[in-house]
C-alpha cells in the first residue's frame, strides 16, 4: 500500500488551487483540454459598412492562449470581425456595430473604454508587413517610450526581438533600418514591436500571405510558440495553415454569418455542416 498521505492530510486551499495554472485549466494543457478560460467573447455582433451587413449576429467565445484561426471565402467578414476586437473600425467613418464584443468580460464598445489602451492590451500585425522607416531598436522602443517604460530600455528591446525569434538575426545591426530587412524578418519585427506594449491578445490579419514560404514556415513556428504567453487570433486564406498551427477554427460564409466554430481537428476532420464541408473540400470559395 502506498504510505504517501501528505496529500490527504491537509484540506484543499480553493485560493491554492485556482492560482495553480495546471489545476486552473489555465496552462496549454488544461487549454488543450477544452477548458481554457474565454478572452474574447462576441455575442449576436453585427456590422454594417453603411448599407452593407459584412458580420451577422455573430456570436462566439475566443479561448485564452490558443491560436484561434478565421476561415472563409474573400468578403465574408473575417477581417471585420478581428478589427471590432481590438476597434480598428473605429477608423473606417462608413463602419457601424452592434451587439456585445466582450474581452475580459467588459464590453470594448462602452464609453469608458480607451481604444488606444486596448490596443496596447490587444496588439495587431497585418499582410503587409509594416515597420516604421526607423532603427530596428526604434521600432521596437517606439511604444515603450510612448508609454514611459523606458527603465530598462535595452533588455525589453532585446526580449521582445528575442520573443518574436529575431534577435540572434539582427542583434549586431540594431541601429540599421527596419525597411532594409527581408520581408518574414520585418513581420517578425512588427510583432516584436507589438509584444513590446505587454499584449494579452494579438490579432494577425493574413500575417504570411506576403511571404515566401521559408518565411511563412517562421511565422507559423512563432505563432505557436507566442499561444503559449498570448491569445493569438488569425485570419488566413490557407486552410493547410488554419489545420497546421490553430487550435480552433471559426468559419465565416458569404454575409458575414459565421457557419461552425469548433475544435480545428473537427473542423477538418468532421464537420457538422455540409457547407463547411464543401467549403473545406475545395467545392467552392
Ligand atoms: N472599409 C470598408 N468600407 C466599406 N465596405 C467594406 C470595408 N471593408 C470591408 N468592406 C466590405 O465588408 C465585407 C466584408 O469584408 P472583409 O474585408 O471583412 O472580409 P474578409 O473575409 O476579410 O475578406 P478578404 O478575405 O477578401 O480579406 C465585404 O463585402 C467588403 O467589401
Not at 114 to 143: C, E, H, T, W
Not at 185 to 200: F, K
Not at 224 to 246: G, K, P, W
Request: aromatic letters at 6%; a negative charge; charged letters at 30%.
Amino acid at each position: 500500500m502506498n504510505d504517501d498521505t501528505t496529500t490527504v492530510d491537509v484540506e484543499p486551499d480553493d485560493r491554492l488551487i485556482e492560482t495553480d495554472p495546471a489545476e486552473a485549466g489555465l496552462s496549454r494543457d488544461g487549454a488543450a483540454s477544452g477548458t481554457a478560460p474565454t478572452v474574447i467573447e462576441s455575442r449576436h455582433l453585427n456590422v454594417w459598412y453603411d448599407d452593407t451587413q459584412a458580420i451577422r449576429d455573430v456570436s462566439m467565445e475566443i479561448p485564452e492562449r490558443q491560436v484561434t484561426a478565421m476561415i472563409g471565402p474573400s468578403g465574408c467578414g473575417k477581417s471585420t470581425f478581428l478589427r471590432c476586437i481590438n476597434r480598428m473600425n473605429d477608423l473606417i467613418d462608413a463602419a457601424r456595430v452592434e451587439g456585445e464584443l466582450l474581452f475580459n468580460g467588459k464590453d470594448v464598445y462602452d464609453d469608458d473604454v480607451d481604444p488606444v489602451a486596448l490596443r496596447r492590451r490587444i496588439g495587431m500585425v497585418f499582410q503587409q508587413p509594416n515597420p516604421f522607416p526607423k532603427s530596428i531598436y526604434d521600432n521596437v522602443a517606439y511604444g515603450l517610450r510612448v508609454q514611459g517604460r523606458t527603465d530598462d530600455l535595452d533588455e525589453q528591446v532585446e526580449r521582445a526581438l528575442r520573443r518574436s525569434a529575431l534577435w540572434d538575426e539582427v542583434k549586431d545591426q540594431l541601429d540599421e533600418s527596419g525597411l532594409d530587412l527581408s520581408g518574414g524578418q520585418q513581420q517578425r519585427l512588427c510583432i516584436a514591436r507589438a509584444i513590446a506594449a505587454d499584449p494579452e491578445v494579438i490579432l494577425m490579419d493574413e500575417p504570411a500571405s506576403a511571404l515566401d514560404p521559408v518565411a511563412t514556415s517562421k511565422i507559423e513556428d512563432l505563432i505557436a510558440d507566442l499561444a503559449e504567453e498570448y491569445t493569438v487570433v488569425i485570419v488566413t486564406h490557407n486552410m493547410q495553415q488554419a489545420a497546421r498551427i490553430s487550435d480552433k477554427t471559426a468559419v465565416f460564409l458569404t454575409g458575414g454569418e459565421l457557419v461552425e466554430f469548433d475544435d480545428t481537428n473537427e473542423i477538418f476532420e468532421n464537420p457538422e455542416s455540409d457547407r463547411v464541408e464543401d467549403y473545406i473540400t475545395g467545392k467552392f470559395g
